[in-house]
């Protein structure tokens, strides 16, 4: 009877973080997420990366940065609005990273969300961080002027120019400006020759650049 008891409270768990884990934007890659993690759990005090496409694109962020204890945990083409409303319960928290790079912001400009709700949005996932984890250290990484979002381009300006402003002076925080490593030359365009075909995500040459930026804030 005991057993039976035991085996009904684990299978209610199960369902009940099941259903947690749906009905929300991209829920099927956060339930994948999770079921990684059940065969292999991240140690406490890890390095996270946290965001959308161009985060989960990065698929040799591990090896870039070989012998750190990455958690790379990019999400579809999700929003900072559904970051801050639904994943961290899943993918930010439960890890105890001391230290996590956030990108996202991208796509809720895209989708026709102004700079102010990025912002908004950013102020109370921060806040919600620095309360579950007082001493992790939180980076900002600026979203990219894509080609192919150029329309877009003084909105996302605007929206970082914001967070930039709201981190200064913030402990443990840091804003960062990824944009000028995929400038041309003398210029303040993004270089379409480190973009995939799609002239939105980065390829490997891009990544290089995204490397050499964050290389001395992960060691």
């Known amino acids: 009877m005991k057993l039976k008891l035991l085996l009904l409270t684990i299978l209610s768990i199960v ?3 099941t259903f947690a884990q749906s009905g929300f934007p991209f829920d099927n890659e956060i339930r994948a997420f999770k079921h990684q993690d059940s065969l292999n759990f991240p140690k406490p005090n890890g390095i996270l990366f946290i965001g959308s496409s161009s985060i989960r694109k990065w698929t040799d962020l591990e090896q870039r940065f ?3 204890p990455i958690i790379r945990r990019g999400v579809g083409g ?7 409303k639904y994943y961290t319960p899943y993918i930010l928290f439960p890890y105890h990273p001391r230290k996590i790079f956030i990108y996202a912001g991208e796509n809720d400009i895209a989708e ?3 700079a102010d709700s990025v ?3 950013f102020k109370t996932l921060w806040v919600m961080i620095r309360k579950k984890l007082p001493n992790a250290k939180i980076y900002y990484l600026s979203p990219k002027y894509a080609p192919v979002r150029e329309k877009f381009r003084p909105e996302v300006e605007k ?3 914001m967070v930039k402003k709201y981190l200064a002076g913030k402990p443990n925080s840091l804003y960062i400006d990824m944009n000028p490593s995929i400038y041309k030359p003398g210029t303040n365009m993004p270089d379409s020759s480190l973009f995939e075909n799609d002239y939105l995500h980065l390829n490997s ?3 290089d650049r995204w490397q050499k930026v964050l290389t001395p804030y992960v060691n």
Do not use: D, F, H, I
């Open 78 to 84: 999700c929003q900072l609005s559904q970051l801050e």
């Open 15 to 17: 369902s009940l973080t």
């Open 205 to 207: 040459k891009g990544y």
């Open 159 to 161: 929206a970082n120019k």
């Open 119 to 121: 912002y908004a949005n």
């Open 66 to 68: 070989a012998g750190k």
């Open 112 to 114: 026709g969300r102004p």
